[in-house]
């Protein structure tokens, strides 16, 4: 049977080679259950859902890890976000796709942008380069040579039921291999790529990771360690849309309030709705009129 809704990490025995498998299952369609996305958008959102979490996999940190994919195309936005206990959300913004089916063609020209945030959002990192090949994975794959300097491949593959993914990422240092030998750390390299490059989508959705990883890492020695799992969660609240209305200002909250009767704020992740009522903004601004420090 195969692995469902975890991270799982592996490590290469006698070379400085990492690897993951990602699969979102249940946590993909709660992620997806409420939008209506075109097949070729929704497959490019699972891709990056899944390389979110592999990123995720990679770094150390405690706070948000968001991938953001701006371009002129009919998909001019995609953002997935990963908390560092790989809690994962997302959504994508679509115009008419006409005949666009590749990644390349559903963006356009335009930037992927890794943002690392910390909690408390003291700590902020952002990396950006352009969008770059036809899939997902060959911009990432620029992202990891000019921001984390590692050598690294993903292979991402997403449909209605699931996304999932594998990385592989070669480390510094080669502890106990001589350069030049028979399995050198480069030829070992250059092989696990170009098995990874074997992988199908088909092996992913009916798989277990055990079995995946004989299939194409027979020959080598790998520890694998237990899946962490993975999880739809989506980080608003009603605290959270309070303070936006705030920051959207008392003037245009109220107006929104007469001509409707209530303020319908909804999630562009989850679409919940959060409806406020006339007390409810009265106390979203208490003190403001004033002068005062608002609650919120």
């Not at 994962?88 to 590749?102: K, S």
């Not at 690294?152 to 996304?163: G, H, I, P």
Request: hydrophobic fraction near 40%; charge should be negative.
């Amino acid at each position: 049977m195969r692995d469902r809704d975890g991270l799982r990490r592996f490590l290469f025995e006698r070379f400085p080679i990492r690897g993951q498998l990602v699969r979102v299952d249940a946590a993909w369609r709660a992620l997806i259950e409420h939008r209506d996305y075109p097949a070729p958008v929704r497959d490019a959102l699972g891709e990056a859902v899944a390389a979110t979490l592999l990123l995720a996999g990679t770094i150390k940190f405690d706070g948000v890890l968001s991938l953001q994919l701006q371009g002129g195309g009919p998909m001019p936005l995609l953002l997935t976000q990963c908390t560092s206990g790989l809690g994962v959300r997302g959504l994508a913004r679509w115009a008419t796709i006409g005949d666009a089916r590749r990644f390349d063609e559903l963006v356009g020209d335009g930037n992927l942008t890794v943002t690392l945030e910390s909690e408390d959002r003291n700590h902020r990192y952002q990396g950006v380069v352009p969008i770059d090949g036809a899939r997902l994975a060959d911009s990432l794959q620029r992202y990891f040579a000019s921001s984390e300097q590692l050598p690294t491949r993903m292979w991402l593959f997403a449909d209605e039921r699931s996304a999932s993914g594998m990385l592989l990422q070669q480390l510094p240092g080669a502890p106990g291999v001589e350069r030049g030998a028979p399995g050198d750390l480069e030829d070992t390299w250059r092989r696990a790529q170009l098995l990874g490059d074997t992988l199908t989508h088909e092996e992913m959705r009916s798989l277990a990771d055990r079995e995946i990883l004989r299939r194409l890492f027979h020959e080598d020695d790998l520890r694998l360690f237990d899946a962490a799992p993975v999880y739809f969660r989506c980080r608003c609240s009603r605290e959270r849309v309070g303070s936006m209305l705030h920051a959207l200002g008392e003037e245009e909250t109220r107006a929104v309030l007469a001509e409707r009767g209530e303020v319908e704020v909804r999630c562009d992740f989850c679409n919940r709705a959060y409806r406020f009522d006339a007390v409810d903004v009265a106390e979203i601004f208490r003190g403001t009129s004033a002068g005062g420090a608002s609650v919120h």
